[in-house]
């Protein structure tokens, strides 16, 4: 079975950093795009960062360009999202998703197709 497993969510002050995980399970990296997605109270759900598996494509929204990175480790399964200078508005639920597409950017803006995996989501809240 086909699992994603989102963890490092959690309450942070502005300005601060979180670093979430994305564990993979019942399939390899190396064919597939995997993004962070996020989706707060009363927005759309936004692509936040995308790679690739096959080599190191990647795809950041304006909104957390320059301060989010996503990385991938194809060894361990892992893809990780790390988030530094958080503001309030950053704020939400944040999903890890797999898809066999090939570009990043259709991932992100498009989101995963009906092949998609979705993982169970962790929650980030920035606050003071």
């Known amino acids: 079975q086909l699992q994603l497993v989102e963890s490092g969510g959690g309450l942070v002050q502005p300005g601060g950093s979180l670093r979430l995980s994305c564990a993979a399970s019942g399939f390899t990296l190396d064919n597939y795009v995997v993004g962070w997605f996020r989706q707060a109270p009363g927005k759309e759900r936004e692509g936040v960062a995308c790679?690739?598996?096959?080599?190191?494509?990647?795809h950041y929204a304006a909104s957390g360009k320059g301060r989010f990175t996503i990385a991938r480790d194809n060894a361990t399964n892992t893809v990780w999202l790390q988030m530094n200078s958080l503001k309030p508005e950053d704020t939400a639920v944040y999903y890890c998703?797999?898809?066999?597409?090939?570009?990043?950017?259709?991932?992100?803006?498009?989101?995963?197709?009906?092949?998609?995996?979705w993982g169970q989501g962790t929650q980030v809240t920035v606050s003071s």
């Open positions: 998703a797999a898809d066999r597409y090939t570009s990043t950017q259709a991932m992100c803006i498009l989101g995963p197709g009906p092949s998609g995996n």
């Open positions: 790679i690739s598996g096959r080599d190191d494509t990647t």
